[in-house]
């Protein structure tokens, strides 16, 4: 038994959305996204900021220089090469898009420097298409919990759509991330985990004495 119901209702009372987080639009769900790649979303979010202000739709992004974005992104990891990715990103919208950011999967990965997870995140979060973003923490949870036992996040997403109702798609992410950094983190705390009891995982952790 998978009990995808019963976790996905007790991870979702206790890691609720903020409310401005729910009213994001497609091309700052991407923009943000794109930037966070093996970044902290707390250091994401300041130069995305500098950015989405600097330049606040795709056509604008278009015309940067990558030297201007870069200095605006100095804060993070890999920022020059993800200056120059959000501005190609940005003029392919601009050309091929009408500056409007595609709802389409295959449309979404065919962009520069979108993979799955991105696309997942654009479909799930800014057009509320059920689609499930496989990160770091949702392919450890996922393992962990029984739901598959895949070992890379590209068969991870495909057995998770299979197996999991798609009314918890869209939500999977977005509780997974904060319950992966609060408690089933690299080293689980298992003691204080409340799914622990539906949980497959053989090597739960106890509290340190
Ligand atoms: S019981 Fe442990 S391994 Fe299982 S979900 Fe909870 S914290 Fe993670």
């Known amino acids: 038994m998978l009990h995808a119901d019963e976790i996905m209702r007790v991870l979702t009372r206790r890691y609720r959305e903020p409310a401005e987080a729910a009213k994001a639009t497609p091309w700052k769900v991407l923009l943000f996204t794109a930037l966070s790649a093996r970044t902290r979303d707390t250091q994401t979010e300041p130069a995305f900021r500098r950015v989405i202000t600097a330049y606040q739709t795709p056509a604008a992004l278009s015309r940067a220089r990558e030297a201007d974005v870069a200095r605006l992104l100095n804060t993070i990891g890999l920022y020059r090469s993800k200056a120059r990715n959000i501005v190609a990103l940005a003029k392919?919208?601009?050309?091929?898009?009408?500056?409007?950011?595609?709802?389409d999967m295959d449309a979404l990965v065919a962009l520069p420097a979108v993979g799955r997870k991105t696309a997942s995140c654009v479909l799930a979060y800014a057009f509320g298409i059920p689609a499930i973003a496989v990160d770091t923490h949702v392919f450890r949870i996922a393992n962990r919990l029984g739901w598959t036992k895949e070992n890379t996040p590209e068969k991870t997403e495909r057995a998770l759509r299979a197996r999991i109702p798609k009314r918890h798609w869209i939500r999977i992410n977005k509780v997974m991330v904060p319950f992966g950094r609060e408690i089933c983190g690299r080293v689980p705390k298992c003691w204080m985990c409340p799914v622990a009891k539906w949980c497959d995982f053989s090597e739960k952790t106890r509290a340190p004495k």
């Open 92 to 103: 392919m919208l601009t050309t091929q898009y009408k500056g409007r950011v595609p709802k």
